[in-house]
């Protein structure tokens, strides 16, 4: 973990041999099933009152999935946010600020108000019993994490526009809303406000794209139990699979190194469907984060697929604003992958997976830039070509996303292990 006397240690489900149950996973991104029987006393509501029944909702979803004191600390953090960017927005409005001071002090002030759920994730309990905290970390677990991106794409878009109206009832109804709170979609602001602007809850549904959705994330669904079901269990206090590989078959290391990926891949698209599913149903649009990601061929193509709201957002508030491909790649490539890696949570993991996406996309800009020079653009091509690429990407991010998971270790001992065993390594 990052710090001698640093952040307190992450749950890993993938290690700890007490699974999360009960309020722990209700208070997470599946408590959003929760959310599903209040939709239609939302749109009823809404016909006469919408922002009161989306915030009102989304209060009452709260109070149920993640208690009393998480809820205080989500709106306080909502509030807090809320205050500091409209005080900003005032400011540059009437020419007190200029455009980078603003920019500056929404990026100081909403990380030094998210700081204490990075540098002590587990601190507070925000479950209904006080006495045994929940393990997940707040931060991404209920959400807040991406209540930081959109209070900064929120703050640097207004000091572009200083002439934006703060709405104030509109805007924390795009921030309670609650398909977006917990694990993304990263849906704007000004997104949101239009599309909220021409809501109306008694238009007819898309039913059957409802119906795909949801049928979507019951596929997910049945998937994940399947890998649940026959993914290695670490039992009782034995030596995990990252720590101890030699202790376990290799049947069970290609399992951990396949599986783990496809979990969280899946984990994350299926949720996609429920947080889609559940705006259609309410009648406000969210965008999809993931475009048949089993499809990409190359760490560029890739990104372009995986979480789709988190990469634009990457794209435009950070590797944009610091100068794109017109500056020096592979440092904007860097600085990128390590907020994101930072982003996630206080692990060395997540810097070092961070890292490795950087180091791909340099990679693939210095092969693209060497077959453009050599004239080879058009070459080489052909169905074995792309079938080659396509396995290379997937490993390449199979065995990232391994170094993401495997928190104490960064892979360093089952990747070795299992390259030993299949290769004769060693």
């Not at 960017?85 to 929404?106: D, W």
């Not at 100068?323 to 996630?344: D, E, K, M, S, T």
């Not at 490795?356 to 052909?382: H, K, Y």
Request: glycine share 8%; net charge positive.
């Amino acid at each position: 973990m990052i710090g001698c006397n640093g952040p307190s240690p992450l749950f890993n489900p993938l290690t700890d041999s007490s699974p999360l149950a009960g309020l722990e996973l209700l208070a997470g991104p599946l408590g959003l099933f929760a959310f599903l029987p209040l939709v239609p006393i939302v749109r009823r509501v809404a016909r006469t009152h919408p922002r009161c029944a989306v915030i009102g909702a989304a209060v009452v979803w709260m109070l149920a999935t993640i208690g009393p004191a998480g809820l205080v600390i989500v709106s306080a953090a909502i509030t807090a946010g809320f205050v500091w960017i409209a005080v900003l927005g005032t400011l540059r409005r009437r020419g007190t600020l200029g455009r980078r001071m603003m920019v500056a002090l929404v990026w100081l002030g909403l990380h030094a108000l998210a700081l204490p759920f990075w540098w002590f994730p587990q601190a507070v309990s925000y479950g209904w019993d006080l006495a045994n905290p929940v393990r997940s970390p707040v931060l991404h677990w209920v959400g807040l994490a991406y209540l930081l991106l959109r209070f900064v794409a929120w703050g640097v878009d207004w000091a572009s526009k200083p002439d934006d109206r703060l709405r104030p009832a509109d805007t924390l109804t795009w921030l309670f809303y609650p398909p977006c709170m917990r694990l993304g979609p990263v849906l704007l602001r000004t997104s949101f406000l239009q599309r909220f602007d021409a809501w109306d809850p008694r238009a007819a549904l898309p039913w059957k794209e409802i119906a795909r959705r949801f049928g979507r994330m019951l596929l997910g669904g049945v998937l994940l139990a399947v890998l649940a079901k026959n993914m290695p269990q670490v039992s009782g206090h034995a030596a995990d699979f990252f720590s101890a590989p030699r202790d376990y078959p290799t049947t069970h290391l290609l399992r951990i190194v396949y599986f783990v990926p496809i979990q969280v891949y899946l984990f994350l698209w299926t949720y996609n469907q429920l947080a889609f599913a559940t705006a259609l149903w309410l009648g406000v649009r969210v965008d999809d984060n993931f475009n048949w990601l089993p499809k990409a061929t190359s760490i560029r193509d890739f990104w372009r697929r995986w979480h789709i709201t988190v990469g634009a957002w990457l794209r435009n508030y950070v590797y944009i604003p610091l100068g794109g491909n017109r500056g020096f790649i592979p440092l904007n490539y860097a600085a990128v992958f390590g907020y994101c890696a930072l982003w996630h949570g206080a692990s060395w993991s997540f810097v070092a997976w961070g890292m490795t996406q950087a180091t791909g996309l340099v990679i693939q800009g210095w092969w693209d830039r060497g077959r453009a020079a050599l004239g080879w653009t058009g070459r080489p091509s052909g169905p074995l070509w792309t079938a080659a690429c396509w396995l290379l990407t997937m490993h390449y991010q199979i065995g990232t996303i391994v170094v993401f998971a495997d928190f104490d270790h960064l892979g360093s001992r089952i990747l070795p292990e299992l390259a030993r065993r299949l290769f004769a390594f060693g």
